[in-house]
């Protein structure tokens, strides 16, 4: 199971952005079983849970520091998962990883998760 995820860059304060992650090396079948989640680390802290959504997308849970900012979302045809942030802020900026999580429901401790992409960079200025 590989995940990679992209869409990341530089913005500015206010800016939306579309992250976009591509589970590959499962059946369609096998990904509507997993969980998704996205987390986020910068430099010299705990990598932090964003937003989480079931298998088949009909429940998510965003962290209180993104809500009403951020919304996860995934295409089961299509293996994919995806966060689309809007209004960003300063402290938005970090690594952003997606994970993915064999079990029913929402997860948001990240050593619940069996799976990880490499990241992909966010970075706000003002």
């Known amino acids: 199971v590989q995940l990679q995820a992209s869409g990341g860059g530089p913005v500015q304060a206010g800016d939306s952005l579309r992250l976009s992650c591509v589970v590959s090396?499962?059946?369609?079948?096998?990904?509507?079983?997993?969980?998704m989640g996205w987390f986020r680390q910068v430099p010299g802290k705990e990598r932090e849970f964003v937003a989480g959504?079931?298998?088949?997308?009909?429940?998510?849970l965003p962290a209180d520091s993104v809500k009403g900012r951020f919304t996860i979302s995934r295409d089961n045809l299509k293996n994919s998962a995806f966060l689309h942030m809007t209004n960003l802020n300063l402290k938005d900026t970090a690594v952003y990883y997606c994970a993915a999580k064999e079990a029913l429901g929402i997860w948001t401790k990240e050593e619940f998760y069996n799976y990880w992409g490499h990241g992909t960079q966010v970075t706000v200025s003002s």
């Open positions: 090396g499962v059946s369609a079948n096998t990904f509507k079983s997993l969980s």
């Open positions: 959504i079931n298998q088949p997308g009909d429940r998510t």
